[in-house]
Structure formats: C-alpha cells, structure tokens
C-alpha cells in the first residue's frame, strides 16, 4: 500500500522557519518524483517545490525561491521541504505527492499518490 504522510506543520511568526516532512512506503522511492503542493482556504491547490529522486532535479514556484528548499533523503524514504522567511501568505494546507514518471512538475495531474497534509500558519 502506498503511503506518504507528512509531519512538522504548525503555526510560526513571519520570518521564522519551518522544516516538513514527508516519509513514504509502498513505492520504490527513487523510481518517484515528489511533489509539495499547498492550499490556502477559498484558493485552488498550487505546486510549491518539487525533485526527481532519479536525478535530484529541482523545481520551484517563483515565489518561494530563495525561501525553500526541497531534498530528499533515499535511505529513509522521505523528502523534507525547509522554509525559512516564511510570509502570511504561505498559510495553507501543504500536501506532499508522489509521480511515478518521476518528471518532477508542480502540476498536480502528474501526481499519483498524495498525503493527508499538514497545516502551516504564518502569523504576521
């Protein structure tokens, strides 16, 4: 059964940081793309950051470049996403997916397993 599941939300002041986590099973891990995408209430879902585990390719949102940074970790399964300066309006439900293509997009269709989320709140 393929599982993701991600941990370290929470709610933190503008400026600080916060470090996710998203740890699979079920898949194998580095035939995967994976994905962080996050949801703000009333907005659609966007892609945030992404890597391709088969050649550590990068992806970003233009407006968490310089902020973020996405990496992944084989032995453990698990892709983490540290964010730092964080803003207001980085609030929102952040979900982590896997792409058996293994592209790597901030596109949501190319995801095909997806995580529960976790909440991150940024107060100003």
């Known amino acids: 059964e393929v599982q993701l599941v991600e941990s370290g939300g929470g709610l933190v002041q503008a400026g600080g940081s916060l470090r996710l986590s998203c740890a699979t099973s079920?898949?194998?891990?580095?035939?995967?793309?994976i994905g962080w995408f996050r949801q703000a209430p009333g907005k659609a879902r966007e892609g945030v950051a992404s890597?391709?585990?088969?050649?550590?390719?990068?992806m970003y949102r233009d407006s968490v470049k310089g902020r973020f940074t996405i990496s992944s970790d084989n032995a453990k399964s698990t892709v983490y996403l540290q964010m730092n300066s964080l803003k207001p309006e980085d609030t929102g439900v952040y979900f982590c997916?896997?792409?058996?293509?293994?592209?790597?997009?901030?596109?949501?269709?190319?995801?095909?397993?997806w995580g529960q989320g976790t909440q991150v709140t940024v107060s100003s």
């Open positions: 079920g898949f194998t891990f580095k035939d995967y793309a």
């Open positions: 890597i391709s585990n088969g050649d550590d390719y990068t």
């Open positions: 997916a896997a792409d058996s293509g293994d592209v790597g997009t901030l596109r949501s269709v190319t995801y095909d397993y």
